[in-house]
């Protein structure tokens, strides 16, 4: 399993940008595809995006556009880089591990980080 801390969240006036990073430690299964989730208040986990090991991406449609994810495997870190902020982009952002396969999930990710939190301001 994974060990996942997530770092970079703030509070950013709507429009602006953050970028988050998630460190990773320990060995990743062979399905090595890292995912990005949010959570608002009262709200269930969703989907952001994610990458894989060789760097292809992928992302959820609410996003697309304004959010990108990169990776530096030397470091073991992903990024999440959060472009064009609104106000409905508030909540935790975690990133996630370990994948199972099938869809990208809460389900199918096994390893999880602590979050970081992003409020966007109007």
């Known amino acids: 399993q994974v060990q996942l801390v997530e770092s970079g969240g703030g509070l950013v006036q709507a429009g602006g940008s953050l970028r988050l990073s998630c460190a990773a430690s320990g060995r990743a299964g062979s399905r090595y595809t890292t995912g990005w989730f949010r959570q608002a208040t009262g709200k269930e986990r969703e989907f952001v995006g994610g990458?894989?090991?060789?760097?292809?991406?992928f992302y959820a449609d609410s996003v697309k556009g304004r959010f990108t994810i990169s990776r530096d495997n030397a470091k073991n870190t992903v990024y999440l880089q959060l472009n064009s902020l609104k106000p409905e982009d508030t909540a935790v952002y975690y990133c996630?591990?370990?994948?199972?396969?099938?869809?990208?999930?809460?389900?199918?990710?096994?390893?999880w980080g602590q979050g970081t939190q992003v409020t966007v301001s109007s």
């Open positions: 996630a591990a370990d994948w199972f396969g099938g869809s990208y999930s809460v389900t199918n990710f096994r390893s």
């Open positions: 990458i894989t090991w060789g760097g292809n991406t």
